[in-house]
């Protein structure tokens, strides 16, 4: 197989991981839409036996994946919570977790409503400030969770001296990269010993597929994955595979576009006067924005911002827009608009939302790659109309 190991991430999004096939010659990785592989006689086969287990054009997207967060190991899944249960299902009753307080509102509910009945107990801590962090460690911290940029705050955690900590006390640090991508940031080269994407939003990038990925370079854990994944079944089809590798082609053209605009809009709001608040972490005023510059190559496609008038003049602006399409998800080539208090975050508790800071006038988008002015016009008119 023909890595691009070496080659910089524009080469490696085309290739790695990706050879002609070598029985037509077929440029494009084929999609395998078979359960089973034929063996020459017992326990005689070509590197396959049975789907649930592996299949070629799984293979081809989980060895681009890993050549992307320049991991040894990649594992794809059926969706980027499939990724996540199969990284809790290693842990043990009796285990305690420390997550960071703005996560994703499926993990949340993941750990909160479903693994805490297994008797896996969750700290959500404010990971901004790692002084937090060892004041919530138990003797029976096994592992830290977090996200960066995070959902929908854009709160940044530094992910270095998390790492840091973490290896210190012998605990496992996993981030959800969904965010920021592999194009803008690397946890496995700061110290982070998994990364779980959703590939479902950038990486796929033209939500049409759902999907998700385990990444790492620790051969404890590739060989804990692969037993637990087989064992679970939680994997993605060839079809999707094949779209998710489809995405990865432009993934490092399209992440300079979002980012691009998403600067651009964040701007725009900034001097807008019927808008209170903007965060970006490409925004000089955001708080972390020294880290954000160190950490990220570029602050992603993702724009939360406070619209004066309250919970109902939100909706109001979300369901006014033209090309921003009220949706929930993110990281496709089109833009979406979304409200996480009665959307994406309406399953966290009003009082928790409030005390992590989602406003209840917040507004979250999704810069996707059209022409920045259009989007600006089409955001602009549904703020002002009344
Ligand atoms: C969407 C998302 C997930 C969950 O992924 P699915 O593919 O929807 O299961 C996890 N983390 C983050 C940051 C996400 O945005």
Redesign the pocket.
């Known amino acids: 197989m023909k890595t691009a190991d070496g080659h910089e991430f524009a080469t490696r999004c085309i290739h790695a991981g990706i050879a002609p096939d070598p029985v037509t010659g077929a440029i494009m990785t084929p999609i395998f839409q078979t359960s089973t592989f034929a063996q020459e006689s017992p326990a005689q086969h070509k590197g396959f036996e049975y789907s649930r287990t592996g299949n070629p054009t799984r293979k081809v997207l989980e060895e681009s994946l890993a050549s992307l967060e320049h991991a040894q190991f990649g594992y794809a899944f059926s969706?980027?919570?499939?990724a996540?249960t199969l990284i809790m299902l290693s842990l043990n009753p009796g285990d305690h977790v420390i997550a960071f307080n703005d996560l994703?509102g499926?993990?949340r509910r993941l750990f909160e409503k479903v693994f805490h009945k297994f008797g896996i107990t969750f700290s959500f801590v404010d990971l901004t400030d790692s002084s937090q962090l060892s004041r919530a460690l138990t003797k029976s911290t096994k592992m830290i969770w977090l996200?960066s940029p995070s959902?929908p705050l854009l709160k940044l955690v530094d992910i270095e001296a998390i790492a840091k900590a973490a290896s210190a006390f012998n605990i496992q640090l996993v981030v959800?990269n969904?965010?920021a991508t592999p194009a803008l940031q690397n946890p496995l080269l700061l110290g982070a010993h998994l990364v779980v994407h959703?590939t479902?939003?950038y990486i796929g990038g033209h939500s049409d597929v759902?999907?998700?990925a385990v990444l790492t370079n620790d051969t404890d854990w590739a060989e804990k994955i692969a037993y637990l994944s087989n064992a679970i079944g939680g994997v993605p089809s060839p079809m999707d595979c094949f779209l998710v590798l489809r995405g990865i082609k432009t993934l490092h053209l399209r992440m300079e576009k979002h980012c691009e605009n998403a600067l651009f809009i964040a701007k725009r709001l900034s001097d807008h006067k019927a808008i209170s608040r903007v965060i970006y972490p490409g925004l000089t005023n955001h708080p972390q924005f020294d880290l954000g510059q160190r950490q990220m190559k570029a602050s992603s496609g993702i724009v939360s911002f406070v619209v004066t008038g309250g919970l109902e003049k939100a909706k109001r602006v979300c369901a006014k827009t033209k090309l921003f399409a009220c949706a929930e998800?993110?990281g496709g080539v089109e833009s979406l608009i979304e409200h996480p208090a009665s959307m994406t975050h309406a399953s966290i508790r009003p009082e928790d939302r409030l005390k992590i800071g989602i406003d209840d006038a917040l507004i979250r988008i999704s810069v996707g790659i059209e022409d920045g002015g259009d989007l600006w016009r089409d955001l602009e008119q549904a703020i002002e109309s009344p």
């Not at 969706?79 to 499939?82: I, K, M, Q, V, W």
């Open positions: 969706s980027g919570c499939a996540t994703y499926g993990t996200e959902n959800d969904t965010f959703s479902t939003k759902v999907g998700g998800s993110l």
